[in-house]
C-alpha cells in the first residue's frame, strides 16, 4: 500500500486566554482542533474553508512557524512536531512554502537574485558562481529572465512578484510545497498563469502540494484530494471529483451553491446561510455547525460528529450520515 509522504494526525494548536480574576478554569481559542490529513506524492491537497477557519494556521503548524499544541506531523517515518528548530533547518529543505502576499514576503532592501539565492547560501555547499547559475536557472524556470536579478522587489508585477517567491521556494529542490492563498492577491487572469504554472512545475519537478484557499474554483483547478474546514476542523474530504459533484456536509453544500458557473446547467440553487461563523473562543456545543445549518437534527447540538468514511474514500463529519 502507498504511504502517505505526509501524514497529519490530530492535530491542534489552541491559544490561552488570559484568565480574569475570578476564573478558576483556563480557557482557549481553538484555531486547530483535531486536524488529520494525508498527503501523497505528487498529488496536490487543496484545504479550502472561510476566512477564520483555521487552515492558514494549519500549514504554519505544520512548518512550525507557530509551535502547535498536540498531535503528529509525521514526514519521512519522523515526527517533525516535536523537532527542536536546528532540526527543523533539514525539513525546511524539503517542505517549503509560498505566501499569500507576493510584496510582503520579499525584502525590499535586496535585489531578486540575493532573495533567492539566500537559502542556498545558508543550506547549500555550492560556491558563489554555482549560486549565480542556480539563481538564473530559478528565474528562468517560473517564467522571468537571469536579468531580473538586478532588480528590485517594487519592480516587478504582483505575478511577477509571485514567480519570484516559486522561485525561491524551490530553489533547495523541495518535495513539498505549501501555497497559502498563492493566488488570492492576484487578478483573475493572473491567477491563472500563476495556477499553470505550479501544474507544470510539478508535472516537471514531481512537487507534491498542500494548496490553501478561500476560492472553491481555483482549488478546483488544481487539486486531486480537497479538506473543507470549518472552525478548527476539517469536516469533508475526499477526492476532487467526489467532493464537488457530490457534496456530503451542508456547510460544504453552501460553500458550492454560492460558487459561480458560467453554464446555466452548472448553476445551483443559492444556500443562504443564517448569521457568521461561531468565534472560535466560544464555539457552540455538538456539531459546530447547527446554528446554521439548514438539516440540523436534534442531536447535532449535543454530540459531536466523527469524520468518517462513507465509501469510496469519502469522509464527512455530520449526523446525517450516521447510519
Known sequence: MKRPLLEVKNLKLHYPIDKGFLEKEQNY?????????????????????????????????????????DGEVIFQ??????????????????????????????????????????????????????????????????????????????????????????????????????????VSALDVSIQSQVLNLLRKLQRELGLTYLFISHDLSVVKHISDKIGVMYLGKIIEQGTKDGVYTKPLHPYTKA??????????????????????????????????????????KPECNKILPELRDVGDGHFVACHLYNE
Do not use: W
Not at 487543496?46 to 503548524?61: F, P, W
Not at 520579499?106 to 539563481?135: C, F, Y
Open 29 to 69: 481559542v481553538k484555531a486547530i482542533d483535531g486536524v488529520n490529513f494525508s498527503l501523497y506524492e505528487n498529488e496536490t491537497f487543496g484545504l479550502v474553508g472561510e476566512s477564520g477557519c483555521g487552515k492558514s494556521t494549519t500549514g504554519k503548524a505544520i512548518m512550525k512557524l507557530i509551535e502547535p499544541t
Open 77 to 182: 517515518d519522523r515526527d517533525i512536531s516535536k523537532f527542536s528548530r536546528s532540526e527543523m533547518r533539514s525539513v525546511y529543505k524539503n517542505i517549503q512554502l509560498i505566501f499569500q502576499d507576493p510584496f510582503a514576503s520579499l525584502n525590499p532592501r535586496k535585489a531578486v537574485g540575493k532573495i533567492i539565492e539566500e537559502p542556498l547560501i545558508v543550506n547549500s555547499n555550492l560556491d558563489s558562481k554555482a549560486r549565480q547559475e542556480r539563481v538564473n536557472e530559478l528565474l528562468e524556470t517560473v517564467g522571468l529572465h537571469a536579468y531580473h536579478a538586478s532588480r528590485y522587489p517594487h519592480e516587478f508585477s504582483g505575478g511577477q512578484r509571485q514567480r519570484i517567491g516559486i522561485a525561491r521556494a524551490l530553489a533547495l529542490n523541495p518535495k513539498i510545497i505549501i501555497a497559502d492563498e498563492a
Open 255 to 296: 460553500l458550492l451553491s454560492a460558487s459561480p458557473a458560467i453554464k446555466s446547467e452548472n448553476r445551483k440553487e443559492r444556500i443562504v446561510l443564517k448569521g457568521d461563523m461561531p468565534s472560535p473562543m466560544n464555539p457552540p456545543t455538538g456539531c459546530a455547525f447547527h446554528p446554521r445549518c439548514f438539516a440540523a
